[in-house]
């Protein structure tokens, strides 16, 4: 079991009693910003959605935990369940000592409130989570939208983040489009299928389009073991593949002179990504400046 989940079963347990989700999402979202899990990368991230700061992989692995027995399956209420009580408590004691007290002081600090002077207190001293609220505690805090992203050829990679860290950042930044350029946008990293990020950007208010005829076919890819393979691969992608598919760098182009758009794919390393020669094309294309984010 992953770190973060037993400290979700150690914010249970110590709670001593049922959460409601919103409840539950915001003692999480307070450990995230307010204890010394702000450092840690690998817990929970969070982007603004319909009743404030929201987690998709935390919402994911809480199904998890549901399947497994440890919290119960009602949607209305987030507590452990009896019969298998003592091993979510002994997972959560396998817990580093900083961490359990992390909860506890969370606990202390923000577990006797009800729920409306909860969203309230999160709501004002982090407004940007406030963004897409659709609770009336939204209308109380004054939330400014960012500005649309100025044109330019804007990429991305996800390598190393989590979906939700992801979204909040591309949002900040004002983009409007997501243009996932994978030739099969399948993924292991929860979040990053194609149907997964389709999903996500019609619920945060973005637009999706995939466009695999400007990515690189996986047999392509066979047998590339070192920075020099990857170079002679995207050359090839440059001079051979791009060529044929100015159709779509045009289609592209055009795309990104209208809304804020940002192509996406895997790698963090730009140098080692097709969208760098991607980009280029386009900007050629458009005269528009590249910008890698």
């Given at each position: 079991?992953l ?16 959460l ?14 307010e204890t ?8 929970y ?17 809480l ?14 209420r ?5 019969r298998?009580?003592?091993?979510a ?9 900083s ?5 506890a002081?969370?606990?202390?600090r ?13 709501y ?8 897409n609220?659709?609770?009336p505690e939204?209308?109380?805090v004054?939330?400014?939208?960012p ?36 030739a099969?946008?399948v ?11 389709g999903?996500?950007c ?24 070192g ?7 995207l ?26 758009s940002?192509?996406?794919c ?10 760098s ?17």
């Amino acid at each position: 079991m992953l770190t973060r989940q037993k400290t979700v079963l150690s914010l249970l347990t110590q709670a001593g009693r049922p959460l409601s989700p919103t409840v539950f999402v915001k003692l999480v979202f307070l450990l995230r910003h307010e204890t010394g899990l702000e450092k840690d990368r690998s817990f929970y991230d969070f982007v603004p959605y319909n009743f404030g700061p929201f987690s998709f992989t935390l919402y994911w692995e809480l199904g998890s935990l549901r399947q497994n027995g440890y919290v119960t399956p009602e949607e209305d209420r987030i507590a452990l369940c009896g019969r298998t009580r003592r091993l979510a408590e002994e997972e959560a004691e396998d817990l580093p000592s900083s961490i359990r007290a992390a909860v506890a002081d969370v606990l202390e600090r923000y577990g006797r409130m009800n729920q409306k002077a909860l969203i309230r207190d999160v709501y004002t001293r982090y407004p940007w989570f406030a963004l897409n609220s659709k609770l009336p505690e939204r209308d109380a805090v004054s939330v400014q939208r960012p500005k649309k992203a100025r044109p330019a050829v804007y990429t991305a990679g996800y390598e190393g983040r989590s979906v939700d860290a992801f979204f909040n950042d591309l949002l900040r930044r004002g983009i409007h489009v997501i243009v996932d350029v994978r030739a099969n946008p399948v993924s292991r990293k929860y979040g990053f299928s194609g149907l997964r990020l389709g999903e996500f950007c019609t619920k945060l208010g973005l637009e999706y389009r995939h466009v695999p005829t400007l990515g690189i076919p996986g047999s392509a890819r066979a047998g590339l073991n070192g920075f020099a393979s990857y170079q002679r691969l995207l050359k090839r992608y440059e001079e051979t593949m791009l060529p044929e598919r100015a159709a779509e760098v045009e289609d592209v182009g055009r795309l990104m002179r209208r809304q804020p758009s940002v192509l996406v794919c895997v790698e963090k390393d730009v140098q080692c990504c097709h969208r760098s020669r991607l980009a280029e094309a386009v900007a050629r294309d458009t005269g528009l400046e590249v910008v890698h984010l």
